[in-house]
């Protein structure tokens, strides 16, 4: 079993709090992960935040709850029913609570105006079946929709780089290793590739003190080519050969064979890497090479410490 979508949290945060009494969220998490039946590693599991995706999930039931008006937080950490809540559970419940259900109250229906006024990501995303978002807490359905557009950039770069000169895979290739720490300055790693087969082959320096250096070779093929264990072999041999060069990066546009990678993985000296089209493509992401940032977006939390009582 796996942690379930966080509108299934909703009917069991107002199980727990049905005995109209005070519970601190750890504890009231403790006893909805029982009522769920959910295990000690389903509970483990963890969000990119590095949150448990359990405990993202029960705050955010514990938030959608009091924008309704069912629940309060009398003192930090702590939450309870509401008068509101009280009437409600007294009543027969459904035995699933959605935000759909939630809409009756006045209060939830004022909070998604604001919402919708805010343009927050709260309503289903375009294009994705309401029951599948809105499974997804807020700050999930953030992330998800950056990865979307992360790998959405990621296509468009390798189409990119396909359609580009050698000359400019050779720069955009010294770049990347530039920022990523190797090679010194640009101006010193510049000039150590040499023109190739679509590609560039040459020495680069291991660190900005030149204590090492790593041979490189790049190869700009179409992106449903297959680099061979062939190639990687060559490679390995000009890598040993060298004296000056005890490790490798073999970059292509393309992607490596499975016997290829095997291969790679096997070698200790000299030690190979290997960097496939879309790891090329995350790469320039992560270090800022070829793209251009537009916009940040900055998850935020209530800071339940600032409204602690004196």
Do not use: C
Request: aromatic content about 8%; hydrophobic content about 35%.
């Amino acid at each position: 079993m796996s942690v379930p979508g966080f509108q299934t949290f909703l009917r069991p945060v107002l199980d727990v709090y049905a005995d109209d009494r005070e519970h601190r969220v750890r504890d009231a998490a403790d006893l909805i992960g029982t009522l769920l039946g959910l295990s000690p590693s389903d509970m483990a599991e963890k969000i990119p935040s590095g949150e448990p995706r359990f405990l993202n999930r029960i705050w955010w039931a514990h938030s959608y709850l009091k924008q309704a008006g069912l629940l309060e937080s009398p003192r930090r950490g702590y939450y309870r029913l509401s008068a509101l809540g009280q009437a409600t559970v007294k009543r027969n419940l459904p035995q699933r609570i959605d935000m759909k259900w939630l809409e009756r109250f006045p209060a939830y229906q004022e909070f998604r105006a604001r919402s919708r006024g805010n343009a927050t990501m709260d309503s289903p995303t375009e294009g994705r079946p309401e029951s599948v978002t809105e499974e997804l807490t807020p700050d999930e359905q953030v992330r998800r929709g950056y990865q979307l557009h992360r790998g959405a950039i990621v296509g468009e770069l390798l189409g990119r780089i396909q359609g580009a000169s050698p000359r400019f895979f050779e720069r955009l290739v010294i770049d990347l290793l530039v920022k990523m720490g190797y090679g010194g300055s640009r101006a010193d790693a510049s000039h150590v590739g040499k023109s190739g087969d679509g590609g560039i082959d040459g020495i680069i320096k291991e660190d900005p003190l030149g204590l090492g250096s790593i041979y490189v070779q790049a190869k700009r093929w179409a992106a449903d080519s297959t680099v061979g264990r062939p190639d990687i072999q060559q490679f390995v041999g000009a890598v040993h050969g060298a004296e000056s060069a005890g490790r490798g990066i073999f970059i292509t546009t393309s992607k490596f064979s499975d016997e290829a990678r095997r291969y790679s993985a096997a070698m200790k000296n000299p030690v190979v890497i290997l960097i496939d089209g879309s790891r090329l493509a995350e790469l320039l992401i992560d270090y800022g090479v070829a793209i251009k940032e537009v916009d940040t977006v900055k998850l935020v939390r209530v800071d339940e410490d600032y409204f602690s009582e004196e």
